[in-house]
């Protein structure tokens, strides 16, 4: 998963870090990786975006 995905709580950088730092964490859940966690398909984990479950 990118940082290109809105997830609540988490800015979205698109790989700039000075776009992290000027914007505001997202309010809401993109409502592709809703579907996504809501099947299991991903764990979140400090590391988010970068590691998916069993890699």
Known sequence: MKDMIALTG????????AWR????????TAPVLERLLAAG???????WPRTAEGS
């Not at 988490?10 to 870090?17: E, I, K, R």
């Not at 730092?21 to 809401?28: L, R």
């Open 21 to 28: 730092s000027t914007h505001p964490p997202s309010e809401t």
């Open 41 to 47: 398909g991903w764990r979140l984990q400090p590391e």
């Open 10 to 17: 988490h800015t979205p950088s698109y790989g700039l870090a």
